[in-house]
């Protein structure tokens, strides 16, 4: 059973990487390590929301995920 959840966790965290990849793709590379791209921030509509609130879910899916990882391997 606890094999099932880390199969789910490996491909969950794969999400997630593309998820927040993704977010960035409007920022260009200097987004991408950090460096202040001297942009102004408006309000997320369409896809850019969606995207967002799928990152939600998937950060708090994987979160669940390690802590049932976790019980299930004490």
Do not use: H, P
Not at 24 to 30: F, S, Y
Not at 31 to 47: E, N, P, Q
């Amino acid at each position: 059973m606890a094999t099932y959840f880390q199969i789910a966790l490996i491909i969950n965290s794969i999400a997630l990487i593309a998820s927040v990849v993704l977010q960035n793709k409007g920022v260009g590379l200097g987004g991408l390590t950090g460096m202040d791209t001297g942009g102004v921030f408006g309000t997320r509509r369409g896809l850019e929301k969606t995207l967002f609130y799928i990152t939600i879910g998937l950060a708090i899916t994987f979160i669940i995920l390690v802590m049932a990882t976790i019980a299930l391997t004490k």
